[in-house]
């Protein structure tokens, strides 16, 4: 699962989430920002919901597409 802010998800591959990674609640961890430093204090963390995106429709196989044209 990526992030999803609207549900305050953070995704391990963004730069607050690589600097998460391996911390605890109530620990401060600092992020760099392009002015400052940035603190945050971690106040819960939660296993995020499994991905409920329907699976890509299957396209018809070469040989299928080639018999259509033929006919």
């Known amino acids: 699962m990526d992030g ?3 549900r305050h998800i953070i995704s391990y591959q963004t730069a607050i989430g690589q600097a998460l990674l391996g911390h605890e609640v109530a ?3 600092s992020l760099n920002t392009e002015d400052d430093v940035a603190q ?3 106040v819960s963390i939660q296993a995020g919901t499994a991905d409920q995106t329907p699976p890509a429709l ?7 597409v080639e018999a259509a044209v033929a006919e």
């Open 4 to 6: 999803d802010p609207d």
């Open 27 to 29: 620990e401060t961890i």
């Open 40 to 42: 945050f204090i971690i």
């Open 58 to 64: 299957e396209l018809p196989s070469e040989s299928a």
